[in-house]
């Protein structure tokens, strides 16, 4: 069976390169990172490598900008709560009502258990932020703003500069998510009004269990994790060597390939879609088709549920989703979907592409060999459903 992994948002393969880098830091150098003897210092100096690796990726002023943790999730947590904590007198969150749970479950939890007040933005059809209603949201009691770089499950970029500049303008600090966006879009903080930013190393080919906050130089920080002065005591616990430095060479390799990658990968997405919409028909590309990233195609079959063409394609060898990992198993239409008030049938039949530097024209030529039938196949079967049905009196 040829296997095709399409599924790379949420999670990517390691790249080789990334692995061999990572390897002499689970035995031959093993030393802690924060021991003054050789052995911690030659551990030390790979740690600063990475940092500076991460540090170029997203344009950071400084090194010490970068705070390693151990995913999106955490520095997620990290930066809203200390966002919360610097900003006396100010108790409001403002973030959209499409983003990842990392997200919305921690708002959720502050405004349910500590009263703190939140103002959820929505979107229009294309998945694009209502401006106007961000504005209107901000005002003298809004904390922090946190709005996602780029969507996990349609790719749809948002204007975070100019998001982060509104922000400042009330006197709000800025976080984005910008998981799915670093190693896919060009990022440069440093130009920008942005004050957190997250990461996490296995969207962009790198070892899971191991991320990075941004943390720009001056901004008040309350350390999430506490037990020791490791990342200038913002973030306790010995570093996690081997993951830290497979994040600084996954940081690496997509920083010297973003361009070309961004056109080969863009290319082979829209070679995808554009042979769905032909050969297959009465479906939808959601997301905005202007700013997005070029990974990512989230199509809607019509009249099918998404959950049963994953479940076709898997048996075909086939990897692909419905969206985002975390709320797998969920038998809840996309929160993102509902937002961009996709026609309910076609809701329950999203399944998202999502593809990396490891695809090929091949593998794109091979989804198309299985999903016109499969479609056919469930949209047959939901047609004779229909029609053995008893008719309502």
């Known amino acids: ?10 999670t990517t393969r390691v790249d080789s390169r990334v692995v061999e880098k990572m390897l002499p830091y689970f035995a031959d ?3 802690n990172a924060s021991s003054t003897h050789l052995f ?14 991460v540090q170029a990726l997203v344009g950071a002023a400084h090194d010490h900008e970068i705070v390693f943790t151990s995913g999106g999730t955490e520095s997620d947590n990290a930066a809203i709560l200390a966002g919360l904590a610097a ?4 108790d409001e969150i403002v973030t959209s009502a499409v983003e990842h749970p990392a997200i919305l479950s921690l708002i959720e939890h502050l ?3 500590q009263g703190v007040k939140v103002h959820v933005i929505g979107v229009d059809e294309h998945g694009r932020l209502d401006i106007d209603a961000y504005r209107a949201a901000l005002g003298p009691k809004t904390a922090i703003v946190s709005m996602m770089w780029a969507n996990n499950e349609t790719g749809t970029l948002f204007p975070v500069a100019s998001l982060a500049e509104i922000a400042h303008e009330a006197g709000a600090l800025f976080h984005t998510d910008a998981v799915q966006a670093v190693g896919k879009t060009p990022i440069d903080v440093k130009s920008t009004k942005i004050d957190f930013l997250s990461l996490s190393a296995h969207k962009l080919h790198g070892p899971k269990g191991v991320g990075a906050l941004y943390v720009r130089k001056g901004t008040k920080f309350s350390p999430l994790i506490r037990g020791g002065h490791q990342e200038r005591t913002r973030r306790g616990g010995t570093e996690n060597t081997p993951g830290i430095v497979g994040l600084g060479m996954a940081a690496e390799i997509a920083r010297v390939g973003l361009d070309e990658e961004a056109v080969q990968i863009g290319a ?20 905005d088709l202007e700013s997005r990233l070029p990974n990512t195609a989230n199509i809607a079959f019509f009249d099918i549920e998404g959950e049963a063409v994953l479940t076709n394609l898997n048996r075909a060898g086939i990897a692909a989703s419905t969206g985002s990992a975390c709320t797998a198993g969920s038998n809840e239409p996309s929160h993102v979907l509902k937002a961009m008030n996709v026609p309910a049938q076609a809701l329950q039949g999203a399944v998202r592409f999502s593809l990396s530097r490891d695809n090929s024209e091949a593998d794109v030529d091979r989804v198309m060999e299985v999903l016109p039938g499969v479609v056919a196949k469930l949209r047959e079967m939901a047609q004779t459903v229909t029609e053995t049905q008893p008719a309502l009196t």
Not at 40 to 53: C, D, L, W
Not at 87 to 90: D, I, K, L, V, W
Not at 273 to 280: A, G, H, P, V, Y
């Open 1 to 10: 069976m040829t296997r095709v992994y399409l599924d790379n948002n949420a």
């Open 29 to 31: 150098a093993f030393g």
């Open 40 to 53: 911690g210092e030659e551990v030390s100096t790979a740690v600063r490598e990475a940092r500076r690796s």
């Open 87 to 90: 900003t006396e007198g100010r």
């Open 111 to 113: 405004r349910d258990k």
């Open 268 to 287: 082979l997405r829209d070679r995808l879609e554009s042979r769905i919409l032909k050969e297959i028909g009465h479906c939808r590309v959601s997301g």
